[in-house]
């Protein structure tokens, strides 16, 4: 990228942030620190009114703006591809705020850009599994990210799958995942005094209260991490069958499926579990046709299974 192409791009990551570290600047441009300052003093001598503290970063003086930029033909490409990802995998709230805002970006852009989208725009589609039973996310999404930005505690009337019991609970909410298909909440639980995963299609009904919370939550990618060491997950790598590896399309998931890699006829998947016990169960639906890689205590759990039920189909023999 030559210099006046990343000045460019500069001033539009000061406009896409109240508040933007030089650090990040250069990470973004592979640049020293030194070239950012001089790219910042570029963009205060053509008149641009940026505030700079140090340790903090750099703004642009509240209330300033450029006219609209123009976007590139690839630019434009991948917010319509966006939009199809948006209507199949969000929310009515979501989808409206989405196409409201794809107006406003398709309104600037330059005529040949127009005539792309509309071109291209029946030729980009995503299409939800027909084995897969389709979810509702109850227009909740919207809903808990302004919560979670003004800070608002949210009461849920929640089904958990596990006990299958209805709850109410009075939740913090700090974020939310896309996950085996699934929208999930994850939010502090003041009826358990712990952190928890809320399916957003299991909350039969949600409403933000009028208290805040002041509670520091840890970031969403920290929970993350900190939820996988605590769950002590185990590594499975099992190898399966073409001819079974269908049937396992959307079982997987729930198995604690991470990844997988073809050789030939045999696909070999690697899944995380908290349960070997589940996971031998599970496995013996269709071990005829499979293979166990590791580790060695999956293996013997599905002999002494399999010992367990030839015995008794022994004694029903009798």
Not at 115 to 133: M, R, T
Request: glycine share 4%.
């Amino acid at each position: 990228m030559n210099r006046i192409d990343r000045i460019s791009a500069i001033l539009i990551q000061l406009q896409s942030r109240r508040v933007v570290k030089a650090g990040d600047i250069a990470a973004r441009f592979n640049i020293s620190l030194r070239t950012v300052y001089r790219d910042v003093k570029t963009l205060e001598e053509a008149g641009i009114p940026i505030i700079g503290e140090a340790g903090v970063g750099y703004s642009i003086m509240d209330g300033y703006r450029l006219p609209p930029v123009m976007f590139t033909k690839e630019e434009a490409t991948a917010f319509l591809t966006a939009e199809k990802f948006v209507e199949k995998l969000t929310d009515a709230s979501t989808i409206a705020n989405h196409k409201s805002a794809m107006y406003k970006i398709k309104a600037i852009l330059r005529t040949t850009e127009k005539d792309l989208l509309e071109d291209i725009d029946n030729k980009i589609e995503v299409l939800k599994g027909s084995n897969k039973p389709i979810s509702t996310n109850n227009d909740y999404i919207q809903t808990i990210l302004n919560s979670i930005a003004q800070k608002h505690i949210i009461v849920i009337d929640y089904f958990a799958h596990h006990s299958q019991q209805h709850t109410t609970r009075e939740i913090e909410p700090v974020g939310i995942i896309f996950a085996d298909t699934y929208w999930h909440l994850i939010a502090y639980c003041r009826l358990r005094n712990d952190y928890r995963d809320f399916r957003i299609d299991r909350i039969n009904k949600l409403c933000v209260s009028d208290k805040k919370f002041t509670s520091q939550h840890p970031t969403l990618k920290d929970y993350i991490a900190r939820t996988a060491k605590d769950k002590d997950l185990e590594t499975i790598i099992i190898r399966v069958e073409k001819v079974v590896y269908g049937n396992l399309d959307y079982q997987k998931y729930y198995s604690g499926f991470v990844s997988e890699k073809k050789m030939g006829n045999i696909t070999e998947m690697t899944f995380l579990t908290s349960s070997i016990e589940g996971f031998a169960r599970w496995y013996m639906m269709f071990g005829d046709h499979a293979e166990i890689i590791k580790p060695d205590k999956l293996r013997d759990r599905v002999i002494a299974l399999s010992e367990i039920m030839l015995q008794r189909l022994s004694v029903d023999v009798k």
